[in-house]
């Protein structure tokens, strides 16, 4: 337990720790990618103390409470997800800029992050070494063995700051012991205690100071941590380093050679990151004093500009979600636009409906040049390439040569420099804003890219919402267009068939008349035909509720078709159609009509399989237990040739036809639909022996029932 006066205690707990600036930066540009790639984000949080302290605690805290509590920092970003990643860095890049009594803005922290970051990759050395198997548990613990300074100058900073830069040692633990009746090691074991880790890493922090004797039985990653933090002090030729290495089983040279690596490592890490370690103050300095301030100012400086912007960005979207209307909001983006970045005047471009081109928007003074401005995406050109590449792009300040759409708009806009600004919602571009503005203007804005970046996804998702209304009463209409002319379709593709018969038996009925033989039964299959054009036709306008089809007799539809097709002149002599029914009624769901229609045109895709003449079977096969549910299954098989592997993937889907003129390639697709609007299933066997299609058909059931209407 924290033994400590109560004002220290109570302002532990609510002490914000500071992060290196240069650290704050790159998160801030991960946060502000399209996608958060967790790995890549934990690399980075793992090189400061103070951040990493930060996901940790919140990952482990009640909010977040999971099972097994490890140490884990890609476990831990993964936990909070990225939109709580995102709020922190943005809360904490906030108040580090903003907090003028900041701790951050008073001590230099370059010191601090080299010692704990080449500590903790010396303890991850060790544990390697040492084959213990946790070496992340070993590298966050060196990581976070001197968090406790960090929370002692968040909290005391009159009382601690000139402390903060002494050096690491049993003389500063019994200063901070008489000063502030606690030592950092017991603050920053308080604080991870705090976490409930199942892990001895608090008690790795606390005893990071005790003698190397007193730890010769503590647990593994207690011993690995007060190794590493000595070795980071560089005192490698020190009597009792080398002694708990022969404890440890790593030899002198193993130790050597661990830490010139880690110090390696380190120094890359600051040259990637920025961080000038040669400048970084030494004890005891104070800021004022500190030689190369003035580069630590100036990274200050930048982050102050990232913080701004993004606060500039995010109240840019909130104004943009509250307006009504794409007329309004695209008024209101350019002028946010000009006022922002100092653009002469701005342009905005969006993509059309088929997203292959750019069309001006009527905004401001250019409404009759923009009306019909066009650019298409596929020609070529800077703004193109923005809305194909979802870049950023600055266009005639390079003496590069412009397309003549570029040069068109810089005497529009009455500037020489164009910054192209991608709108993008997501993983879509919307279009593209297109400010003026003078040369020096664009090396300005240059620096600038992120928040323009920025401010470029705020106006996108405003814009995708106020085009969605729009768009969504559109494809409505466009929706119901393509289904009219698809039910067109089908109802010529239908009629066709029937018409098709009714002409043929007006042949015959020619015929018999002519000779003065009985033509009944040819007059009542006319009459039949007749009134299933009508069904048809009425089918694609009717809107109504229909009762349920009153089912149909299988055996009696199948002797129907066939005797409809051998009595036309649509047969060839050479083919022959066989009917094969059951003994007793089998009533399906269904009208008749709709069961017609499947086989006629089944059997008219059988016969145009068979040219050169073959036989066709339709027949009613019986019962046939599926799933547990009870079908009839109807079939017509031809002996043809069989269907080409390629058509039968697709064979229910609408195609084009490749029987020639005046077929539309919708026949099987029709059958298909129709089986559908009685519950059944089809399926398609085909080989070089010919081809069958098997139809489940569900049997009937009594009971009577209205239900919406069906074509």
Known sequence: MLQADPDIRQRLQVARLPILPQILLQLIQHCQS?????????????????????????????????????????????????????????????FQVFNDASYANSVDLRLFWQHSLETALLARGIAEKMRYPHQEEAYLAGLLHDIGRLALVTASPQEYTRSFLDQDDELLCAFEQSTLHVSHPQVGSWLIENWDLDSFMADSVLYH????????????????????HRLSCHNTDDLDINEAGGLYGITSADLGKISNQARSQVKTFAELLGIDLAAAPQASAVTANIPGETVQEEVRQQLSNEVRNLMLASEAGRSFSRLQGEAGLLESVTRSARMLFNFEDVIVLLMNGAGKALIGIPVGEHKQRLTEFTIALGSGGLIAEVALQRRLAFAGSDG????????????????????????????????????????????????????????????????????????????????????????????????????????????????????????????????????????????????????????????????????????????????????????????????????????????????????????????????????????????????????????????????????????????????????????????????????????????????????????
Not at 656 to 667: A, D, V
């Open 34 to 94: 399209d996608e958060i790639v967790v790995p890549a984000l934990a690399e980075l949080i793992a090189k400061d103390p103070g951040m990493t302290s930060k996901i940790l605690g919140l990952a482990h805290s009640s909010a977040y409470h999971r099972a097994g509590r490890k140490a884990g920092l890609e476990q831990s970003l993964t936990a909070l997800g990225t939109d709580t990643i995102k709020s922190l860095v943005v809360s904490e890049s906030v």
């Open 209 to 228: 100071h005790e003698s190397m004797a007193r730890l010769e039985s503590a647990h593994p990653l207690v011993r690995i941590v007060r190794l590493a």
């Open 400 to 711: 590069n040569p412009l397309g003549i759409a570029e040069e068109q708009l810089l005497r529009v806009l009455g500037c020489e420099s164009l910054v192209c600004v991608p709108l993008i919602s997501g993983q879509r571009c919307l279009g593209v804003m297109v400010g003026g503005v003078a040369p020096w203007q664009a090396a300005v804005l240059q620096r600038r890219e992120r928040f323009l970046k920025s401010f470029g996804e705020q106006a996108a998702i405003a814009l995708e919402s106020a085009l969605g209304e729009r768009g969504e009463a559109s494809r409505r209409v466009a929706s119901v267009a393509e289904e009219y002319r698809e039910s067109s379709r089908r109802v010529a593709h239908e009629v066709n068939n029937p018409l098709s018969i009714i002409k043929n038996y007006l042949s015959i009925l020619g015929g018999k008349l002519d000779k003065h033989e009985p033509v009944v039964s040819e007059l009542s299959i006319l009459n039949e035909e007749l009134d299933r054009v009508g069904h048809i036709i009425k089918g694609l306008a009717d809107l109504k509720p229909t009762l349920r089809d009153a089912g149909a007799e299988v055996n009696r539809v199948v002797r129907d078709i066939v005797r409809l097709f051998r009595d036309t002149e649509f047969v060839p002599a050479s083919v022959k159609i066989v009917a094969e029914t059951q003994d007793l009624p089998t009533e399906i769901e269904g009208s008749a009509d709709k069961l017609k229609q499947i086989l006629v045109n089944l059997v008219k895709n059988a016969i145009e399989a068979l040219p050169t003449g073959g036989e066709i079977h339709i027949a009613n096969n019986g019962h046939v237990n599926r799933d547990g549910q009870l079908y009839i299954e109807v079939s017509v098989r031809d002996s043809g040739p069989g269907i080409p592997s390629e058509i039968l993937e697709n064979l229910f889907s609408p195609v084009q036809s490749t029987k020639g003129t005046g077929h539309q390639g919708l026949g099987l697709s029709i059958v298909h639909n129709l089986v559908k609007k009685v519950q059944g299933l089809i399926t398609c066997r085909s080989s070089s022996r010919g081809t069958a299609f098997e139809i489940l058909l569900p049997i009937r059931k009594r009971n009577y029932q209205v239900v919406p209407g069906e074509n």
